[in-house]
């Protein structure tokens, strides 16, 4: 499964953007779909995954009640919906695949995007 990330950039702090995170292959949807994103300097951390279905989703605390995560099969594409924006959000975004059932723990996930970058200016 190829992954192509799409939509970072630079915000200020409290705007939103949108994520991208489009595959090829026709076999998507049996896929959950893991966010993470690495700040230099640190580890990579999970950010949000959504089920192969799209029922089930899971978020970090960090990130809870500011981003959703969402799914369109038919377009083999899963979003980031990320609002109020905090500088400590600034990070390279990935998105990851991983067979049916979704999880938190990167080493899970068999397939990466490149990443996109997300600046958040205070």
């Known amino acids: 499964v190829q992954l192509v990330e799409s939509g970072g950039g630079l915000v200020q702090a409290g705007g939103s953007l949108r994520l991208s995170c489009a595959a090829s292959?026709?076999?998507?949807?049996?896929?959950?779909i893991g966010w993470f994103r690495q700040a230099p300097g640190k580890e990579r951390e999970f950010v949000a995954f959504?089920?192969?279905?799209?029922?089930?989703?899971n978020y970090a605390d960090s990130v809870k009640d500011r981003f959703t995560i969402s799914r369109d099969n038919a377009k083999n594409t899963v979003y980031l919906q990320m609002n109020s924006l905090k500088p400590e959000d600034t990070a390279v975004y990935y998105c990851?695949?991983?067979?049916?059932?979704?999880?938190?723990?990167?080493?899970?996930?068999?397939?990466w995007g490149q990443g996109t970058q997300v600046t958040v200016s205070s």
């Open positions: 292959d026709p076999t998507f949807s049996s896929y959950s």
């Open positions: 959504i089920g192969w279905r799209g029922m089930t989703t």
């Open positions: 990851a695949a991983k067979y049916f059932r979704g999880g938190i723990d990167p080493r899970e996930y068999d397939f």
